[in-house]
């Protein structure tokens, strides 16, 4: 998918909608990172994305990075259907400026909601809420202990559970995995920058996609 050339600001509204068919594969991911820059007025930006996987159906969800740039007003929600037997991978990672490019994020607003539903149930729902001084907010040990990115990943699928004890062999001391069902695999991670962040998330999504990551993620 083509990112906005120009990034997002306030008032922007983008959104995007993806279905696979019965039984079929499809992997989604970006050309580049996605940013979110600084808001001039009260309305924040708003992405939308909407995913349906029918039975028997495979969905890979992989945007590259979302970055955040200092001002940034954001909010941004996830909602995903999916059918008996389908399978989902979702990976989101989000960078908190960019120390080494000279991109520092001191204030913002960033909210993110996503909703995973299987046959109609609720699987999965989960939400964060940084405003205010979020690099402040970032550096208390008990939030992200100074790490300027994350990831968050739901691996939706009849196999999950066979994946959590090699996903936790791969992950630093930063992050964890945990399933909520048998199908339903969960892991966040923090990182000191965004390099140091693909360096985990490279091994973690090539075993997870069957070494079909996208080229471009190895730019």
């Given amino acids: 998918m083509v990112n906005t050339a120009g990034g997002i600001t306030g008032g922007d509204r983008l959104s995007v909608s993806a279905t696979t068919g019965p039984g079929a594969t499809l992997c989604l991911t970006t050309q580049a990172a996605e940013r979110a820059y600084r808001a001039e007025g009260p309305v924040p930006g708003r992405v939308e994305t909407r995913l349906d996987v029918a039975t028997g159906a495979t969905l890979f969800w992989l945007p590259q990075e979302l ?48 909703s995973i539903t299987r046959g109609g149930r609720q699987i999965y729902r989960d939400g964060l809420d940084l405003s205010g001084a979020i690099t402040d907010r970032l550096a208390r040990p008990s939030v992200a202990d100074g790490a300027a990115a994350m990831c968050s990943l739901v691996y939706a699928a009849p196999e ?22 048998p199908d339903l695999l969960i892991m966040r991670v923090v990182a000191a920058d965004g390099h140091a962040l693909r360096q985990t998330l490279l091994p973690v999504l090539d075993r997870l996609t069957g070494d079909s990551l996208p080229r471009s993620w190895r730019l």
């Fill in 67 to 114: 970055i955040l740039y200092d001002g940034c007003a954001l909010e941004r929600r996830l909602t995903a259907a999916l059918d008996p037997a389908a399978r989902l991978l979702f990976a989101e990672p989000v960078l908190f400026g960019r120390a080494a490019m000279g991109e520092t994020l001191r204030t913002g607003l960033f909210r993110d909601r996503v």
């Fill in 160 to 181: 999950a559970q066979a994946e959590l004890a090699p996903l936790r062999a791969l992950l630093p001391m930063s992050g964890g995995a945990s399933l909520l069902a």
